[in-house]
């Protein structure tokens, strides 16, 4: 059981560009959701995987951002047009089916020039 | 009304002493709570949950929940210097399919002075 992993841990853009984060889950850890936390605040959901099938999204995530879970393995978050207040800890956490306790990875930071 | 609240602190204690940290809910729905610990720069990791009434204990940490009262505790005895860190209130609720999203509260910085 090698834990969540995330990459890349940094990425710094400027605004407009497009970025992509990738998350490995904990194996047969078939739950995964994806989490954005800023500088005081704690985590907040963004979008959740049931194996491949995304079946919640939060109304903070816009139309600029896209998540998708492929054969139900990795994920992927990608964030078109950013914006700097799109700046902040992307972070992604994964559980078990029948277990609730959701595992983070080590998150990404974007920074947005 | 946040959904979940949390003194932000900082609350500082002495080394040796119990750290007592509070959580408030605000959805009657909610039926999973976690305490969660974050150092600064890094992820949150999951110290303790707790899902029915009372007190559970694991080690130096003790969860409370009352749903009555919609609050939940950590306590933490014999504080370390290496439990300086920010902890986190996390609550879930079921969704259609069940989602099992958390909800977190803002957290509580916590110093213990050596």
């Known amino acids: 059981d090698t834990g969540v992993s995330q990459n890349p841990r940094h990425k710094i853009t400027k605004r407009g560009q497009n970025v992509t984060f990738r998350c490995d889950p904990i194996?047969?850890?078939?739950?995964l959701y994806w989490y954005r936390q800023t500088l005081g605040q704690g985590p907040e959901f963004l979008t959740y995987f049931q194996n491949e099938a995304q079946l919640e999204k939060s109304r903070l995530l816009s139309d600029r951002f896209s998540a998708e879970r492929p054969k139900g393995s990795f994920s992927t978050l990608e964030i078109q047009r950013t914006e700097q207040g799109d700046s902040a800890m992307y972070l992604c956490?994964?559980?078990?089916?029948?277990?609730?306790?959701?595992?983070f990875g080590p998150g990404t930071r974007l920074t947005v020039t | 009304q946040k959904e979940v609240e949390q003194n932000s602190g900082p609350l500082s204690v002495p080394e040796g002493a119990i750290a007592s940290l509070n959580c408030t809910y605000s959805?009657?729905?909610?039926?999973?709570f976690f305490w969660y610990r974050q150092y600064s720069g890094k992820s949150p990791e999951l110290i303790m949950f707790?899902?029915?009434?009372g007190d559970k204990e694991d080690g130096r940490f003790t969860a409370q929940l009352n749903k009555a009262s919609q609050y939940v505790s950590l306590l933490i005895r014999d504080s370390q210097p290496s439990d300086s860190a920010t902890y986190l209130c996390a609550v879930s609720k079921a969704f259609s399919g069940s989602a099992r999203q958390l909800t977190f509260g803002s957290g509580t910085q916590l110093t213990v002075l050596p």
């Open positions: 707790i899902y029915s009434n």
């Open positions: 959805d009657r729905g909610s039926q999973s």
């Open positions: 956490a994964s559980s078990k089916d029948i277990d609730y306790e959701q595992y």
């Open positions: 194996s047969e850890h078939n739950r």
